[in-house]
C-alpha cells in the first residue's frame, strides 16, 4: 500500500512538473508577488495623492515598459554567466532598496526613482525563470511547468489587491500604501534567503560571453520572430490601457478600492482555473489554439471595458481578462522550445526586450486618448491587440501547428 501510495504521489509530482528548482522558484515569486500585490494596482491613485498627473501616471506606465524593456537582455547574460541560483538572489535583494525608497517617498519623483529598482526583479528576473524551466524540465512538460508557475504567481493576486484595498479604506491612501511596502521588503527579504538556500545550480556551459545583441538575433528562429511581432501588437494595446482601468473603475464608474480589488481577484481566480487544463493540453496537443485564444481575450476585455457604461457588468470585463492566461503557459513554453541551446537566456531577454520596447508609447497614446475620452483608450487598445490576433494566425499558427513535442 504504500510502495502504491508512493508511485501514485510520484506520477502526480511528475505529471505536475514539480522539480526541486521549479518548486523553490514558484514558491520564491509566489512570496514576493503576495507583497507586491497588496499595492501594485493602486499605484496610479497613489501618484495621484502624490501630486501626479493624469500624463505622470502614463509617464509611469511607459518608464515601468522602458525599463522592462532594457533590463531583459542583461537579466538573459547575467543569467547566462551566474546561473539562476545567484541570478535571482541577486535581483531580490535590488528590489529590496526600491521598496524601501517606495516607503519614504514624499513626492511621485522620489516614487520614479525606485522604480528604476523594483523593476530589477520584475524584469531581469524573467530569463532566469524561462531558462531554469527549459533547463529542468522537457518539452512536454514545460507548459505545465509554467502552468504551475502562474497558478502560484496569481493566488495572491486573489489575495492581496482585497486586502490592499481593505487597508486603503480603513487607513487612507497613504498609510494604506506604506503598510504594503512594508510587508513587500519582509516578504522579499525572506525570498532572497529562501532562494539562496534551495536552489540547485548545475555547471555552466563555457560560452562566448561576448555575443553582440545583432548575434542574438541572428540565432533567434523565424518563428520566434513571427510571435513576437503578434505578442508587441497584442501587448501595446494592453499597455495602452492597463495603467487607466483603476481610475476608470473609481473614478469614471464610481466604484471603490475594495470593490476594484474584488475584480482583480475574480480575473486571477478566472485565469487559475484555465491554467491546469490548458497546458496539459498544450504539452499534448500543440501550443498554436491556446495562444491564438490568449490573444483573442487581449482584444475583447478591452473592448468590453471600452463598452461598459455601469459598475454592475464590469465583472464580464474581468472574466475576459482571466481567460487572457488560458495560452500564456502555451505561449512562455513555446518560447523556451524555440530558444534552445546555450545562448537561450539571451534569446529570451532579447525577445522581451524588443516586447517591451516596442510598448513603450502606449501609456503615453492611453493618456492622450483618456483626455479625449476614457472610452477612447479601451476601444483603441482593443483594435491594436486584434491585429496582433491576427498576426499571430496568418503567420505563425500555420507554422507551428504539425510540431511535435
Known sequence: MDNNLALKVRKLVD????????VTMVLAVLIITLGEQMWSRFVPKYLEALGASTLIIGLYGSIKLLLGAFYQY???????????????????????????LYLISWNWEIFL???????IWSSMSQPALFSLIGEVLKKKQRAMGFSIQSILKRIPIIIAPPLG?????????????????????????????????FYTQKKKENIESSISL???????????KYLLVADILARFGSYAASQYIVLYVINVLGGSSLNFGLLVSLQMFTAILTYLPAAKMADIYGRGPFIALTFMFF????????????????????????????????????????????????????????????????????????????????????????????????????????TTL
Open 165 to 197: 484595498g481593505f487597508l486603503i479604506m480603513r487607513l487612507g491612501l497613504i498609510q494604506g500604501m506604506k503598510i504594503g511596502f512594508i510587508v513587500s521588503i519582509i516578504l522579499t527579504i525572506f525570498a532572497s534567503m529562501f532562494q539562496y538556500k
Open 113 to 119: 526613482l525606485g522604480t528604476f529598482l523594483v523593476m
Open 74 to 100: 542583461p537579466g538573459g547574460v547575467i543569467s547566462d554567466r551566474l546561473g539562476a541560483k545567484n541570478a535571482l538572489t541577486l535581483f531580490s535583494i535590488i528590489a529590496i532598496a526600491g521598496y524601501i
Open 299 to 402: 482584444s475583447l476585455y478591452t473592448l468590453a471595458l471600452g463598452i461598459t457604461n455601469t459598475l454592475a457588468i464590469v465583472p464580464i470585463s474581468f472574466i475576459l481578462a482571466g481567460l487572457r492566461e488560458i495560452g500564456e503557459p502555451a505561449r512562455k513554453a513555446l518560447i523556451v522550445d524555440l530558444a534552445e541551446g546555450p545562448y537561450r537566456g539571451r534569446i529570451i531577454g532579447l525577445y522581451y526586450l524588443i516586447r517591451e520596447l516596442s510598448g513603450f508609447p502606449a501609456p503615453i497614446i492611453g493618456s492622450l486618448l483618456w483626455y479625449i475620452n476614457p472610452r477612447y483608450t479601451f476601444i483603441f487598445a482593443s483594435m491594436i491587440s486584434f491585429l496582433g490576433l491576427v498576426i499571430f494566425i496568418t503567420n505563425v499558427f500555420r507554422k507551428i501547428r504539425g
Open 15 to 22: 505529471w505536475l512538473a514539480l522539480e526541486r528548482n521549479i
Open 214 to 224: 545583432l548575434e542574438t538575433s541572428k540565432v533567434m528562429r523565424k518563428e520566434l
